[in-house]
């Protein structure tokens, strides 16, 4: 590829909003949740050196680091806890469409269903979701499900309703054929990330519209996680009640149920605002799926089968 076609892409922008912006949102909830709680001693008000200005630049090299670190921490546990439920209940945006397409677009709804009644079987749980990780999954999100029950019996799906036609899907199929790799489209391979390594590769100007999805799904889920974080914060204040020393750390917690009218609408609240954001999240999701399916159709992929011809790297 010409060095002049390569167009800058945005990990600079990932970086600064899905790490260092998340995480910096994140430090209150840290410090309030777990820092203060627990007694932790950070070294922010200490006078490290004689210099005022030089103390002030420390101090916020501090936060600035420690909010991109964290950043990278919830980024991943989010993929984990968020990304994967919505995948194992919902299946992949690239399988939805593959069944969509075998299904000859008839009775969508049914798919997503059907995905859900699969996966919360008897037979499901005996053989995934008992395991020690999936398990993790379902606790972690349990607060949550009377939003995840109402999306379901309302069948409103169509923030993950795949929007390409399934006449696209011959285009795309003879394109993937092309590439003469033996990895077959089904519901089970990995065929994603092939097509996403073509369209980077071969069309970068796409290739920055697909990551600007990506660097926004990621946002989504990272703030997700942080919802349901602060629905565990909510949830176990109501239950439990603590004493306190004098700079905030707990010194005992004890067994104390408080539930009001307040409480209970306060709880709907964050539920709403979960629900929000996992649909916002896997639509997102869905959409930077369909933005690189796309740009896989549209990209010139001749100087790949050539280079594959010929035995010879693309240039």
Known sequence: MPVQDVKKLPFANYDVVVYLGIG?????????SIVIPLGFNIPLNRQLFQTGFVNTTVETLIVIFGGYLI??????????????????????PSHNWIRIVDNEGRETHKIFSDNIRQFVSRSTWKKYWLRPSSLGIIIFNFPAFPAYSIIYMLK??????????????SVFNEKYNELRIDVPLNTTASWVKIVEHCVSNNMPSGYVRFYNYM????????????AHFYLWS??????????????????????????DAHHVIQYLAI?????????????????????????????????????????????
């Open 215 to 226: 660097m926004i799904y990621g946002a989504l889920r990272s703030m997700a996680l942080l």
């Open 271 to 315: 539920l709403s605002l979960i629900g929000i954001m996992m649909m916002a999240f896997a639509k997102f999701n869905r959409r930077a799926f369909e933005e690189c399916i796309y740009c896989f159709c549209c990209a010139d992929l001749s100087k790949v089968n050539t280079a594959k011809s010929s035995g010879t790297p693309p240039a």
């Open 156 to 169: 409103a799906f169509d923030f993950y309703k795949p929007k390409i036609s399934i006449e696209l899907f």
């Open 24 to 32: 910096m949102l994140s430090i209150p909830f840290v410090v309030q």
């Open 71 to 92: 950043g990278h921490i919830v980024a991943f546990v989010s993929s984990y806890l968020v990304e994967g439920f919505i995948h194992r209940f919902m299946g992949y």
């Open 234 to 259: 909510f949830i176990l204040g109501r239950i439990f009640d603590a004493n306190y020393e004098n700079n905030g750390a707990i010194t005992q917690i004890f067994f104390h149920p408080e539930i």
